[in-house]
C-alpha cells in the first residue's frame, strides 16, 4: 500500500489532532468485530474542519493521478467513503456514485447509486481499511457492474496483513494517506502515547485478533 511520507505524517498529525483517532493503551476499545485494540479510528470527523477535510480532498486527488490516472468515475464505499468520494469527485470534475454495503430490500433493490456503464473506469475511495473485507465487497460490486477498477485511495490503513493478503489476491492496487507506522511515528513525536506504550502497540499489531483476551 503506498504512501507519501511527507503527507501521512501530517494527515496522521490532523487525525490525532482533531481525536479523529483515539490512542488508548490502558483502556481499550472494543470494535464492532468484537477485537480488543489501543486505537480507535473515526474519520468522518474530519469532514467537520474545513482545512483538514480541503488537505484530504488535494492528498487523495494528487495520489489518484499520480497512482491511477484519472478514471471515467469515482466510486465511495458507504458509509465513510461517501463524502470524501464527493469532494474528490467534485474536484476532479468527475461522475460519482457510492456503494452500499448490501442490497437495498426495496425499491430498485440497488447496490450501486448513481449512473455508472460497463466499461467504465472507477477509482474507489475508502475512509478507513481494517481487514478489508467490506472494502473489497465494494470493489467486486463495481467488477459486477462491468467497471475496471484501477485501485481504491483510503485516508488510514491499520497495515494487518490480512488486509494485504486479500487486496492481493483481488488485484486490486491501493494507495493510503497515512497508516499506522506514521501514525505512531507522529504520536511518539508529538507527545500522544509515551515510549514505554510502544510494545504494548506492537503485541496488539501482532495479533490484533487475540490481543487483550
Known amino acids: 500500500m503506498k504512501l507519501n511520507e511527507e503527507s501521512a505524517l501530517k494527515v496522521a498529525e490532523f487525525l490525532l489532532q482533531i481525536k479523529a483517532i483515539k490512542l488508548e493503551v490502558t483502556n481499550p476499545f472494543t470494535w464492532a468485530s468484537g477485537w480488543k485494540s489501543p486505537i480507535y479510528c473515526d474519520n468522518r470527523k474530519t469532514l467537520s474542519y474545513p482545512t483538514i477535510r480541503t488537505y484530504i480532498r488535494q492528498q487523495f486527488v494528487k495520489a ?7 478514471p471515467d ?8 467513503g461517501v463524502p470524501h468520494g464527493v469532494l474528490v469527485a467534485q474536484e476532479m470534475g468527475l461522475p460519482f456514485v457510492y456503494v452500499r454495503q448490501s442490497e437495498k430490500s426495496h425499491g ?23 481487514t478489508g473485507g467490506s472494502s473489497l465487497k465494494a470493489v467486486e460490486a463495481l467488477k459486477n457492474a462491468g467497471c475496471e ?16 493478503a486479500v487486496f492481493n489476491k483481488a488485484k486490486c492496487a491501493v494507495v493510503t494517506l497515512s497508516n499506522y507506522e506514521k501514525l505512531i511515528e507522529q504520536a511518539v513525536k508529538n507527545g500522544y502515547v509515551k515510549e514505554n506504550d510502544l510494545n504494548t502497540l506492537a503485541k496488539w499489531r501482532e495479533n490484533p485478533d487475540k490481543w487483550g483476551k
Open 108 to 130: 430498485l433493490e440497488n447496490k450501486i447509486e448513481g449512473v455508472i456503464e460497463s466499461g467504465q473506469s472507477v477509482v474507489v475511495i475508502e475512509d478507513l481499511i481494517s
Open 149 to 164: 477498477v484501477k485501485g481504491m485511495a483510503a485516508i488510514f490503513t491499520y497495515g494487518f496483513d490480512v488486509a494485504d
Open 73 to 80: 468515475v469515482i466510486a465511495g464505499v458507504a458509509t465513510g
Open 64 to 70: 489518484i493521478n499520480e497512482e491511477f490516472g484519472v
